[in-house]
Nanobody, 115 residues
């Protein structure tokens, strides 16, 4: 069974920063398209950022310039550096890996932006 495990969520004040991590011992990230998605209460899950095995990144317009996705292949860990957070960023954040029609999701980590 493929497992992806997120960490790094929490409560942060507006304007603050957090770094999320996603690790797995089941799949090798450099062979997958990896991504971060989020789901806010009452809303559909949405793409935040994705990154291919070659390092090509794509971001939702709402996070461009504030969030950075990256992968440390030596640690097989994906990160999402989130800066200038605001209340609209409050959501459960999920990591996802996809390859050849298969997709795998983590359980999610809560990010709450509030004063």
């Amino acid at each position: 069974q493929v497992q992806l495990e997120e960490s790094g969520g929490g409560l942060v004040q507006p304007g603050g920063s957090l770094r999320l991590s996603c690790a797995s011992s089941s799949i090798t990230f450099r062979f997958y398209t990896m991504g971060w998605y989020r789901q806010a209460p009452g809303k559909q899950r949405e793409m935040v950022a994705t990154i291919t095995g070659s390092g090509s990144a794509n971001y939702a317009d709402s996070v461009k310039g504030r969030f950075t996705i990256s992968i440390d292949n030596a640690k097989n860990t994906m990160y999402l550096q989130m800066n200038s957070l605001n209340s609209d960023d409050t959501a459960v954040y999920y990591c996802r890996g996809s390859r050849r029609g298969f997709e795998y999701w983590g359980q999610g980590t809560q990010v709450t932006v509030s004063s």
